[in-house]
Nanobody, 119 residues
């Protein structure tokens, strides 16, 4: 069973930075994708960035030049470095692991961490 626990959320001023951490536990093998999503009040959950088991990364355009996803395989950690933050980055941020199990996509989610960008 895979478990994900996010940490690092909080309140930051516009232009500031935060680093979120996702601690991953359980058996992880084969091909998978680690993702960061966010959900703002009244909006749908939004995929921000992905890092695959092979190390390939992808970003949604709105965060591409400000956010960076990375990982430490030895520690089973995934990070989201957020720079030059904006009020519209305010949301609950979720870590996600997606992989195929017995031919079916399976998603694992963390509990989320609140990020607020406000002066």
């Amino acid at each position: 069973q895979v478990q994900l626990v996010e940490s690092g959320g909080g309140t930051v001023q516009p232009g500031g930075f935060l680093r979120l951490t996702c601690a991953v536990s359980g058996t992880i093998s084969g091909f998978y994708a680690m993702n960061w999503y966010r959900q703002a009040p009244g909006k749908q959950r939004e995929l921000l960035t992905t890092i695959t088991s092979e190390g390939d990364t992808d970003y949604t355009p709105s965060v591409k030049d400000r956010f960076t996803i990375s990982r430490d395989i030895t520690k089973n950690m995934v990070y989201l470095q957020m720079n030059r933050m904006k009020p519209e980055d305010t949301a609950v941020y979720y870590c996600n692991l997606a992989r195929v199990e017995v031919g079916v996509r399976r998603d694992y989610w963390g509990q989320g961490t609140q990020v607020t960008v406000s002066s």
